[in-house]
């Protein structure tokens, strides 16, 4: 489950046939006229199935979060990998010394279904690691005694927001609003399932600069779940995550911008 000073830093999808779950399950409106005030990077993708996905992208975030009254500012940085048909994901953050230090790390393979990981490893103050046996359709997590079923289109914390990025990268249009999408979604111990929601077209005034983006809003896990993950992609930076908001119900937040980017290493 996420935790602000868990994941707040991670801050945080998607076949009857390939196509007819895309289309089905979370179709998108693209606005013909959405452009940012950088290089667009929607050249050069990489198709799998319906999916798309960017070769190389680093992104450097400026992070403004809020915890126990307390304001606090960090930098982030996520860098995506996809070469022939593996990928690789890596997050980090570099926070005030009182809460330390984190990554995570997402490698697995790409196909027709998205994105499949192998293994996920989270760090902060212990390293933790998933394994996920996509051939024998077994997941083990960290600390674990016994596996646990894999379940179709398995993500984790990491690779759940490139899987998001990829569908909407094939999808093609008409995209309408308020279609759904629900995902497991393996956590270093636990395994959730989520509930993504395209709300709107937003303009965002970010440190990199002016960007449209598509607003994505997971619902609650369940009826007491107060936390809020809100996830922006946008269409003229190849669908990438440009803002990624968590929001708790005691006010404490975490609000991840997008600073930099690079689309080759």
Known sequence: MFHLLDLKIMTCVFFKTARV??????T??????????????NTGLLQFGAYKFNP????DY???????GL????????TWKATG???NAKFDIKLPLFLGTRSQLSEGQLSAQGIKPLVFIDRHRKSQTVVIDQE???????????TIPLEKLHQDALSVFFQISGLLAGLAEPYPFATTLKLPVLMAQTNEHWTFRLD???HLKLPLGDVAAFKVQRLPRSPSDKQKLTVWFSPSLGFLPVRILIEEENRDQVDQRLLALRSSP
């Open 21 to 26: 779950l895309m289309l089905a399950s979370f």
């Open 85 to 87: 048909q593996t990928y």
């Open 200 to 202: 709107s077209l937003d």
């Open 136 to 146: 024998g359709g077994q997941v083990r997590l960290a600390e674990a005694s016994s």
């Open 62 to 68: 400026h992070l403004q979060g809020q915890t126990h």
């Open 71 to 78: 304001n606090y500012n960090a930098q982030a940085q996520i």
């Open 28 to 41: 998108f409106l693209l606005a013909t006229h959405a452009t940012a005030q950088i290089p667009a990077l």
């Open 56 to 59: 190389y992208a680093q992104l």
